[in-house]
């Protein structure tokens, strides 16, 4: 029976004008497994689907934000890329130079667009702009914050509900915390900044507070041997090296939440996107806090955009900015927000009933949004993995003590010029 | 039947066969080789040609050889160790004794597992101060040590999650050819008056060889194959120290999307599987003596 009412439907179809037809969109969306979130994007897409009848959503999901980057552009290459993808706001010069995505003012030009593309955190847009247009929409953005346990605050004779405001500061509070055994081991490290996989990200912690960035808006520079980066690298390097209130070597970004679980570490650098672990899983009180200051506050912010692909039709390229439209409202920014520990995006996000109240019972959630006043664009520049790969190298090499904090950021800045010349 | 439908049947029964080799593997060597002298194409341009440049940038390139060294260590690391651990555990699980089921159950573990989520087990055995590892050596009051994350001892941590994860596999190869050896051989042999270690190294151990020189060849191939725990554990940190030759061709190629050297890269690791292949099957061969 259902057979063939699908049939007669199918007849009708095809009767039917083309304009009648329906639109499908697919929608990369960086996630590994199912879970909570993939539940909260089903129901986000199904909603949608009945604001707007005749559009389809058909989310994918592509796991890592790598693994999402290389099946969105290996289907470009082939000429069948998905309408919109979610992926890192530092990948938009890539997909600028690969001619892969449209930029959102040739798509939304009305003039609720504009106030629209306008609504967001300055911050975010930072990520998001390029050449005069806006090639994303921020969705799922994280910075860095300093969480700390206020337990271990205590038996350091510290104020628990003080979190360090400067490096000098962190650096003394990190000695009260660091713990030796008898025969003189470290059981407890002060504070934990990971360098596994992506160092550029929490050492641009440290480089914004030192007053510097470590590229221009164009992404055609990068100014890793300036004395203020190398001033940033000296000083995470001898945390570990010199005052022995760090691990030395390369420490791991993926266990550094548990090592704070464990109470091995008192102090932890880490994304805003772990809250809800770190809610769920410290068996004690602990503290957020933005990241300590040098000549000034700030941090990088991080994570994912929307983006719209070039060779999809333009029917679907309109739908897929009506779809980052409804997903960026502020009511369900808000609730994205609560529901994964990412910032929601825009300050109206902010104001909703369900987030003051949220804000309420939760202080430490608006933490990151104070701090985004004072936050920068994440490291992105053109060829912009292999740049990174650079600045990463040296950070590890300084951090391993295979080179001086300087050689490194020097042998980091002359790979990065040598990369950008071409983009000049 | 004439000689020549002889001979059209008998390409007609290899068609099958050769039409797939040649799609998914001959084809591609091929492209590949091609693409390694063109530049990468950007924004839909076509590649230019540019000769040997990738050649020469590969020359130039301190990544490149440092992968190429680690891989070169891997190697040593991982075929020795793997091959000898299963021997010993082939041995042992072959031996009639209680509870050799499960014995052998654990042993191949390891290879139903997958190296994700080994990696990922492993990650948290590496751990400083609460990690597995760093728990045994506490005992014995031995300095806690940031295993993975220190360039001396990143890449001998890759190596032994290689080996574990081999080893297994590699045991029941060995396993099957020694229940292949008749039984009178080791009765003849204590007849004789033989110890155990001289029947092993003039009995046993040659009648293993033409399992040896296949897991062997196994083994060659996965030095340069089984990367995927690096990009969970290391990305190839501390600065390079475990980047391998395939997850430096992935970096370059999905990372940084510069396919054209890529390709080349691939080219490079294709010449070094292919003459040690041919090593392999041309010296080694003559030295194996099947039954």
């Known amino acids: ?424 | 039947m004439h000689k020549s439908s002889a001979w059209i049947h008998g390409w007609l029964l290899l068609l099958p066969a050769a039409a797939l080799l040649a799609l998914f593997t001959h084809w591609p060597i091929a492209a590949t080789i091609w693409d390694s002298f063109h530049a990468t194409p950007k924004g839909g341009r076509p590649a230019p040609w540019v000769g040997l440049e990738n050649y020469q940038v590969m020359v130039a390139d301190e990544v490149f050889w440092k992968s190429l060294v680690n891989n070169l260590w891997y190697g040593l690391g991982t075929i020795p160790l793997s091959i000898a651990l299963a021997i010993v555990m082939a041995l042992w699980v072959n031996s009639a004794m209680r509870g050799r089921t499960w014995l052998r159950m654990a042993f191949f573990t390891p290879t139903v597992l997958p190296m994700i989520a080994v990696a990922n087990i492993w990650l948290f055995f590496f751990t400083p101060q609460y990690g597995l590892l760093e728990q045994v050596t506490g005992l014995f009051g031995i300095a806690g040590r940031n295993w993975l994350g220190d360039p001396s001892t990143a890449l001998a941590c890759v190596t032994v999650v290689a080996v574990w994860k081999e080893a297994g596999f590699f045991m029941i190869f060995y396993l099957a050819a020694l229940q292949s050896i008749p039984p009178s051989l080791a009765e003849a042999a204590a007849l004789e008056g033989a110890s155990r270690a001289y029947y092993f190294r003039r009995v046993v151990f040659p009648l293993l060889m033409p399992t040896t020189l296949f897991v062997l060849v196994n083994a060659v191939i996965n030095a340069f194959r089984l990367v995927d725990h690096i990009v969970v554990m290391t990305k190839g940190g501390p600065n390079n120290a475990t980047s391998l030759l395939l997850f430096h061709v992935y970096q370059v190629g999905f990372s940084f999307w510069d396919t054209g050297y890529a390709a080349a890269l691939t080219v490079v690791l294709l010449v070094i599987l292919g003459s040690v292949a041919l090593a392999q099957f041309f010296f080694l061969d003559k030295r194996v003596h099947y039954q």
Do not use: C
Request: aromatic share 10%; proline share 6%; charged share 20%.
């Open chain 1, 1 to 424: 029976m259902k057979r063939t009412w699908q049939l007669m439907v199918a007849a009708l179809a095809t009767a039917a004008s083309a304009a009648a037809a329906e639109t499908e969109i697919t929608f990369y969306y960086p996630v590994a497994v199912g879970g909570p979130i993939t539940r909260t994007i089903d129901q986000m897409s199904a909603d949608f689907e009945r604001e707007n009848p005749g559009i389809k959503v058909k989310p994918v999901y592509t796991g890592t934000y790598q693994e999402s980057i290389v099946k969105a552009l290996t289907a470009h290459k082939a000429g069948q890329p998905p309408t919109t993808a979610i992926l890192l706001s530092t990948d938009m010069f890539t997909l600028i130079d690969e001619d892969a995505i449209v930029p959102f003012n040739e798509l939304a030009t009305g003039a609720d667009d504009q106030a629209w593309m306008k609504s967001f955190y300055p911050a975010f847009m930072a990520n998001s702009q390029a050449g005069g247009k806006t090639w994303g929409i921020p969705f799922q953005r994280s910075t860095i914050v300093l969480y700390w346990n206020k337990e271990l605050f205590k038996e350091a004779g510290l104020d628990p509900n003080r979190p360090p405001a400067t490096w000098k500061e962190m650096l003394e509070y990190a000695h009260k915390l660091t713990r030796r055994d008898a025969a003189g081991n470290i059981t407890q490290y002060g504070v934990q900044i990971p360098s596994s996989g992506f160092p550029y990200w929490l050492f641009q912690g440290l480089t914004t507070p030192n007053g510097v960035e470590l590229m221009n808006a164009a992404g055609t520079e990068t100014y890793f041997d300036k004395p203020e980066v190398i001033e940033a690298l000296a000083y995470w390097v001898d945390l570990g090296r010199k005052h022995k209130v760090m691990p030395t070597g390369v420490v791991e970004w993926g266990t550094t939440p548990k090592d704070f679980f464990e109470r091995k570490i008192a102090m932890m650098w880490t994304t805003t996107g772990n809250l809800t672990n770190v809610k769920n899983n410290a068996k004690f009180d602990f503290g957020v806090a933005m990241l300590p200051q040098a000549r000034r506050r700030g941090s990088p912010t991080g994570g994912g955009n929307f983006y719209v692909f070039k060779k999809a039709p333009r029917e679907q390229q309109l739908a897929a900015v009506k779809l980052a439209k409804f997903m960026t409202q502020p009511e369900r920014a808000a609730q994205w927000g609560i529901d994964t520990g990412y910032v929601a995006v825009r300050p109206d996000a902010w104001q909703t009933a369900k987030m003051t109240e949220y804000v309420k019972g939760f202080p430490v959630a608006a933490v990151a949004r104070d701090q985004l006043q004072y936050s920068v664009a994440e490291l992105s520049t053109h060829d912009n993995q292999r740049v990174t790969k650079a600045l990463n190298d040296g950070i590890q090499a300084a951090l391993t003590g295979a080179k001086t904090p300087e050689q490194a950021m020097k042998d980091a800045q002359a790979e990065a010029s040598r990369i950008l010349r071409s983009y000049k």
